[in-house]
């Protein structure tokens, strides 16, 4: 039985890591993170992911460029502007995987399970199916199935001794980072994970007290 404490000690020491040491990745403890992400729970076992494991400075390089070119953008526009030393900080830090030498783009594939089909045959004539669908578009399962993925990603590479962070903000460049990387129309970028071994080792965060986050129902 694996030690739960030694379980509880990887989990809780993860940090998401930002600064990075100018030393390679071995691509073997890459392949063992990612083959173990691979049993991650998803919809209808499916397995609607792909991690494509970028290297090439350059390419890392102008998904840098794109990103900091939309951050530019969106702090330049007037709505910015109310909040002030955030913007100033997010506009030196979205970024930052450029330091990283490995990326890892999180691509999500379209699965639909029986539930959709039959909500998309109904079409928008029928205003429960039309309910039923937007709530189910905001637990997307295949987005769950790529999030679980990533959350074990994080957790395998720290064990190796490798540092992440998880990023969503590179999504504000999608479409440019989809055609560096071809990404085929059928699949969508929805992450980014900068890898590599940590130069920096931030803060213990902390956490809200369990009984403020959960309830029971007895």
């Known amino acids: 039985m694996i030690d739960f404490t030694d379980l509880g000690d990887l989990v809780r020491t993860r940090r998401s ?3 990075f040491q100018d030393k390679p990745v071995p691509e073997e403890v890459l392949l063992k993170a990612l083959e173990l992400a691979t049993w991650a729970p998803n919809g209808g076992n499916q397995q609607a992911w792909r ?3 970028v290297t ?3 390419l890392i390089q102008k998904m840098g460029d794109a990103v900091k070119a939309k951050t530019e953008l969106l702090a330049s526009w007037p709505e910015a502007r109310q909040f002030g030393d955030t913007v100033a900080r997010w506009r030196q830090t979205s ?3 450029r330091g990283a030498p ?3 783009a999180v691509l999500m594939g379209r699965y639909s399970s029986i539930a959709d089909q039959i909500l998309r045959a109904r079409g928008e004539q029928d205003p429960i199916a ?3 669908r937007s709530w189910r578009e905001i637990g997307k399962s295949s987005l769950q199935s ?3 993925a990533i959350t074990y990603i994080c957790l395998f590479l720290h064990y190796f001794g490798l540092g992440t962070t998880w990023m969503a903000g590179p999504l504000q460049a999608k479409k440019e980072i989809e055609a560096l990387l071809n990404v085929p129309p059928e699949w969508d970028f929805v992450g980014l994970i900068p890898v590599g071994y940590p130069a920096e080792t931030p803060e213990l ?3 809200k007290p369990i009984r403020e986050v959960i309830r029971f129902f007895r």
């Open 95 to 97: 970024d930052f995987f």
């Open 205 to 207: 965060r902390p956490r």
């Open 51 to 53: 991690f494509w494991i």
């Open 102 to 104: 490995v990326c890892i």
């Open 17 to 19: 890591v930002r600064k």
């Open 130 to 132: 039309r309910e039923i």
């Open 146 to 148: 790529a999030a679980a």
């Open 56 to 58: 090439n400075k350059e």
